[in-house]
């Protein structure tokens, strides 16, 4: 079921279709011209590289294509990158160069794919914080969702995609607002799906049964390009998977305009010498420097704020009247978003543990804990991280959920486990990640599919959830568990040879977790084929019933290894209800842009 060459076949793309392609490869004529691309028999796809979607001047508004050509141009080798944090071993995997010129696409259909066989389409949107992540990724390739979509007889084409990110993609400060390119990250994506309407059927897919898909700055893009604009009815997708994010963090309080992102541009013009009497104009200057240069300058911007104490919010969605009209939590709340469209939403149990080795070293004390919490909270007042300590005290179960505070031996087996890979464990460690995981991630979850719900917008909820005995701890898993990204090893099946530099674990090789990981993708593949995950029956799950807010519910994921039991239920979405409504009813004051709120 799970294949482990296709990352690194995917990788050398350029040289494999001169080896085992097939005598004819496959091409698809755009509104533009005709691109070629590849054949990978061995898996029965066919590939389409690097496709441009639209031109990105530096620091400026995407632009449609204009030029057209006849013959046909080569679509079988990665583009451009943007710009981006990501491990340099992962991009030189796929030959890739930093540019600003760096708006393209990937697509991945079944073989025997013609124009005008109008499958549903996916459109996957990548994470990375909004400062890191690229299109081609290995460890979001599609090629084992497609081949169950086939299997199922529900086929479906991917795209993945490029978009510009940290100051390159959501510069600020009065310059950015006046020149009007704010949120050009959100923009690029944008026109990146209008491109996709225009041309998908040229490859066999639909333009009306178009699909987004995204993980944590991926899902956040999501509702973002839900309520963009006020919420418009573009007619650009019909539905969203939003994977372990929504928009409201940091957003809800962050404009163009603050003095917190007027100081980023300030420091990133003086640091690259575009700023002083004798410079006309800084932006034209800053327009003028390369890719990564310029964006490594935004990067120096936030370590510079960070050394000041500051959560350093720099680029980032930020509140424009144009793209973002008002906070997020707001419009959500209000309704103010298309109806006909339907989403799925979900979060992991312990998306707190996310690098929790750096949020929580040496909280000992709760005063320790109190310290820390203002500093993700600027302008909460005492009172409020009172009724947060309240609403989560040191003994009640924390993340991760699945293990007791105190095993047999008195001591906390988290904690144990967290010494042996060498990483800082404190008596508050476990306190912090349940905190930051409701805060940033599952309370956001629950907000959302209320909000959905309660308008009409038909959502289904899910939870992911792991034993902790079958995902090994390391620092970069930060640590196992179901922690933050830790989906990807079942949304992707993740083979038992895979290993990208240990950013994600393979799916245990044991029937569980293969048939769970295959059981997750036939309901991605269903609901992106129809709209509904129940389209496609699996025997261990329920039907998976739409959100309610008077009776809610998750479809909960979970396998063990330890006993070969898959454990799928629905759940009721009411746990840690006080905690959660705290969450929304300071929702303004918590914010961590709220501290440089115009």
């Known amino acids: 079921m799970l294949f482990g060459s296709l990352t690194s076949l995917l990788a050398i793309g350029a040289t494999l279709h001169l080896v085992g392609a097939a005598a004819s490869p496959p091409k698809a004529k755009t509104v533009n011209g005709t ?35 006849k013959g046909t141009r080569s679509a079988q080798m990665y583009g451009n990158i943007c710009p981006t944090q990501s491990d340099e071993r992962i991009f030189k995997a796929v030959n890739a160069t930093f540019s600003h010129d760096c708006l393209n696409l990937n697509i991945i259909r079944p073989a025997n794919v013609r124009a005008g066989d109008k499958l549903p389409v996916a459109v996957w949107l990548h994470g990375g914080g909004f400062f890191a992540g690229f299109g081609a990724e290995s460890n979001t390739n599609t090629s084992y969702v497609i081949r169950a979509s086939v299997e199922n007889k529900t086929p479906i084409i991917t795209i993945t995609l490029n978009y510009r990110l940290g100051f390159l993609g959501f510069p600020g400060g009065p310059q950015a607002v ?53 919420g418009e009815d573009s007619g650009l997708f019909r539905g969203g998977i939003a994977v372990s994010g929504t928009a409201g963090y940091g957003t809800n309080s962050l404009f163009p305009l603050s003095t917190h992102l007027t100081d980023g541009y300030n420091h990133i013009a003086n640091a690259s010498g575009c700023a002083g009497p004798e410079v006309d104009d800084s932006l034209e200057c800053l327009r003028k420097i390369d890719a990564f240069t310029l ?24 509140i424009d009247g144009d793209f973002i009209k008002e906070p997020p939590v707001s419009q959500l709340d209000a309704g103010r978003f298309p109806r006909n469209i339907n989403l799925m939403t979900g979060a992991n149990s312990d998306e707190g543990l996310l690098s929790i080795h750096v949020h929580s070293a040496g909280l000992k004390t709760e005063e320790q804990l109190k310290d820390r ?25 924390s993340s991760p959920y699945s293990l007791p505070m105190k095993g047999a031996d008195g001591k906390d087996p988290f904690c144990e486990a967290m010494k042996v890979a060498n990483l800082t464990c404190e008596p508050q460690t476990r306190r912090m990640a349940s905190i930051l995981g409701d805060f940033a991630f599952i309370s956001r979850r629950r907000h959302s599919a209320e909000s959905f719900a309660k308008y009409d917008v038909k959502t289904y909820s899910y939870r992911f959830d792991t034993d902790p005995t079958d995902i090994p701890i390391s620092e970069v898993l930060a640590p196992g568990f179901a922690t933050h990204a830790s989906e990807y090893t079942y ?19 044991v029937s569980s977790h293969l048939r769970l990981s295959r059981g997750i993708v036939d309901k991605l593949v269903s609901y992106i084929a129809t709209g509904d995950p129940n389209t496609k029956k699996v025997d261990f799950m329920p039907k998976w019933t739409p959100y309610n807010v008077d009776s809610p519910k998750n479809m909960l994921f979970n396998a063990t290894a330890s006993n070969n039991k898959i454990n799928v239920r629905l759940e009721e979405d ?15 004051e918590l914010d961590p842009g709220s501290k440089w709120r115009r």
């Open 35 to 69: 691109y070629v691309g590849y054949d990978l028999p061995e898996f029965q796809q066919q590939v389409f590289l690097g496709i441009p979607y639209a031109k990105s001047p530096p620091l400026n508004n995407p632009e449609p294509l204009t030029e057209s050509w």
């Open 178 to 230: 006046a020149a009007g390119i704010t949120n050009l990250g959100l923009k690029d994506q944008r026109i990146a799906l209008r491109w996709i309407q225009e041309n998908i059927a040229a490859f066999g897919g639909d333009p009306a049964k178009v699909t987004l898909w995204g993980q944590s700055a991926g899902a956040i893009s999501i509702t973002h390009q839900i309520l963009a604009y006020g």
């Open 295 to 318: 964006y490594q300058a935004g990067w120096d911007a936030v370590n510079a704020g960070q050394s000041k104490g500051e959560i350093a919010l720099y680029w980032w969605p930020a």
């Open 373 to 397: 919490l203002h500093f993700y909270f600027p302008t909460a007042r005492p009172s409020t991280i009172q009724k947060i300590l309240s609403a989560y005290p040191v003994d009640a179960p």
């Open 491 to 509: 949304f992707f099946g993740f083979p038992s040879d895979y290993n990208m530099y240990e950013r994600n674990s393979p799916v245990v090789n």
């Open 574 to 588: 009411t746990w840690r209800k006080e905690g959660m409504a705290l969450w929304s009813e300071y929702a303004f």
